[in-house]
């Protein structure tokens, strides 16, 4: 499984699924010049910000179990990737939402929010381009 999994996946159709062109010598993707509304973020996965203060200040979870954060590398780092995917995940809605109109996912309450419309027609309209 090894050497088919990763070895042979086929480029030519992963890049245009990830929004790439299909030339292979461009790595410009228009998603990700969008601006992510930092409040618009922040309601993904919520509670990944108090954790990431609590593990830089390195403070007690609870208190009634005196389990303190140990920061170490792998705590730092699935963090850090929890904070990036949220920010991927936003850049990436619309054109999933295009493909799955139905998806349960698409009527949480985030992408009914205020702050979510603006950055929706910007989409929208760099789509147009």
């Known amino acids: 499984m090894n050497g088919e999994y990763l070895t042979s996946t086929p480029r030519e159709m992963m890049r245009p699924m990830a929004g790439f062109l299909t030339d292979g010598r461009s790595f410009y993707n228009a998603r990700a010049v969008l601006d992510r509304s930092t409040s618009l973020c922040k309601k993904l996965f919520p509670a990944i910000d108090e954790r990431h203060d609590r593990l830089a200040a390195k403070k007690k979870l609870s208190p009634e179990y005196n389990n303190f954060i140990q920061p170490t590398v792998a705590a730092n780092a699935l963090v850090q990737m929890i904070m990036m995917l949220r920010k991927t995940f ?40």
Do not use: E, G, N
Not at 101 to 121: E, G, N, T, V
């Open 90 to 129: 936003m850049q990436d809605s619309m054109p999933k939402i295009k493909l799955r109109r139905c998806h349960p996912i698409w009527q949480l309450s985030i992408f009914s929010d205020p702050a979510y419309l603006p950055f929706k027609r910007k989409s929208c309209v760099r789509d147009l381009l």
